[in-house]
């Protein structure tokens, strides 16, 4: 039989320094726990499942929450990169699975410090994280003063970050997006509206061919970055003074569709897209509004619709197809194919272009989140017009949700369904062959 070891018989020897000497706690030690803590709280579900159980203290519950953002908060000034970037993860899965505007208000100027440390000192993996922060923290303390003052405090930092050739291209992505979006939020001043547009039109307008440059347009390793700037700057013109919007297209308009020829597909559809919102936006100030290439323009919507380039990947194909079809109509017939998205017991229509561009934005920012936040956060409910949050008891919210048990029965169900349908097929393609 092993003999079995006794609680603090290590520490004894240390004491003794008989057999070893005992090395005091290193930063590598601890930043091995904090990592190990940060890897234990940074997934999603043990944010939303948290006291699922039949019987939770509500209280304690929320302490113990509370506890592990600060920790968080904490972390983010490790001296461990891996650590910090870890820290930074979980309080963006904390800020997209709940709504912490209380908490976050009183340390907003601490969260607002440590995203610009992070971003100003940190490398790429790093400064995405907290750029990426930074964009849900403005979205949980919607558009006031508090906004304000985080694009105050990170808006020069993130125009140089953009601006900076030696920069990673992930980490210049995703500061142009969060530029992006927290002046969206913050759509007072439009002076800093002006100047957040000019600095993305430097970015993206680097993609427009030179003059007399007929060939199709090559994609570089900046591609990625234009495109982001792109969509930014589309979110951005939703919120534009009318005035300022007929200037845009008489700047854009003409060059814009010559990428339709780049050879990147996400650039194609990202311009296709742009090219609908700004012939939706051009409508509404002028109804009788002409553009004179619509035959040429027409034409190259139609063909990237109808693309059957052997060359191109069958999921680029399937998708670019999708997307310009839903252009082209958009463009000749001034038409949108409405989409219903649900969220509780709510629905809301995207029945416009920039409406679908503001919605992809913050989907793509809060994920798995964007339900939740439909249904509660106030800023989001005020930008698609959905009222004030609805307000449901406990027993109704109970009635909705479907148990993990019922879920699986229902897939299960559903599987087999899948299964029996897909084998009756298979076998009629059988039957066939073999009779020819």
């Not at 650590?83 to 993860?89: F, H, S, V, Y």
């Not at 979980?90 to 440590?114: C, H, P, Q, V, W």
């Not at 939703?238 to 854009?252: D, G, N, Q």
């Amino acid at each position: 039989m092993p003999k079995s070891k006794k609680r603090g018989s290590n520490h004894q020897r240390g004491a003794g320094g008989q057999h070893r000497n005992v090395q005091p706690f290193s930063d590598e030690d601890a930043s091995i726990e904090t990592m190990s803590h940060c890897s234990g709280f940074s997934d999603p579900a043990s944010f939303t499942e948290e006291g699922t159980g039949p019987e939770v203290d509500e209280e304690a519950t929320q302490e113990d929450f509370e506890y592990k953002l600060k920790g968080f908060i904490d972390l983010t000034l490790d001296k461990s990169a891996k650590t910090r970037q870890a820290a930074l993860e979980g309080l963006k899965n904390a800020l997209t699975s709940k709504i912490l505007y209380e908490f976050i208000l009183e340390r907003r100027m601490t969260l607002t410090d440590s995203i610009e440390r992070c971003i100003k000192k940190g490398k790429s993996d790093e400064q995405s994280a907290a750029a990426g922060l930074a964009c849900l923290l403005c979205v949980q303390l919607g558009s006031g003063i508090e906004s304000e003052e985080v694009l105050k405090t990170l808006g020069p930092v993130l125009k140089k970050i953009i601006c900076d050739g030696t920069a990673s291209i992930q980490a210049r992505q995703a500061c142009a997006t969060c530029l992006g979006v927290c002046c969206f939020i913050v759509t007072d001043d439009i002076t800093e509206l002006y100047s957040t547009m000019e600095c993305l039109e430097n970015i993206f307008t680097k993609s427009y061919p030179r003059e007399r440059e007929t060939n199709g347009i090559s994609s570089t390793h900046n591609t990625v970055l234009h495109i982001r700037a792109l969509l930014a700057w589309t979110l951005l013109l939703t919120i534009c003074p009318m005035s300022e919007v007929k200037k845009k297209l008489e700047m854009h308009l003409p060059k814009l569709p010559n990428l339709l020829s780049c050879d990147d597909v996400n650039m194609r559809i990202a311009v296709g897209e742009t090219l609908a919102l700004l012939f939706e936006l051009a409508r509404e100030t002028d109804t009788d509004f002409f553009y004179e290439d619509m035959e040429l323009l027409t034409q190259k919507l139609r063909a990237l619709a109808t693309d059957g380039n052997k060359h191109r990947a069958k999921v680029d194909k399937r998708k670019q197809r999708s997307v310009f079809r839903d252009v082209l109509r958009a463009v000749e017939e001034r038409d949108f194919p409405t989409e219903t998205v649900k969220f509780g017991p709510e629905r809301m229509y995207i029945d416009c272009w920039v409406k679908k561009q503001t919605y992809d934005t913050f989907k793509e920012i809060l994920g798995s989140g964007m339900q939740y936040h439909l249904q509660s956060n106030e800023f989001l409910r005020n930008v698609f017009e959905l009222g004030p949050p609805v307000m449901l008891d406990a027993a109704t919210l109970k009635t909705m949700k479907i148990s993990r048990f019922e879920r699986h029965l229902y897939n299960s169900a559903a599987f087999k369904a899948r299964t029996k349908a897909r084998s009756k097929c298979r076998d009629k393609r059988t039957d066939v062959g073999e009779f020819f």
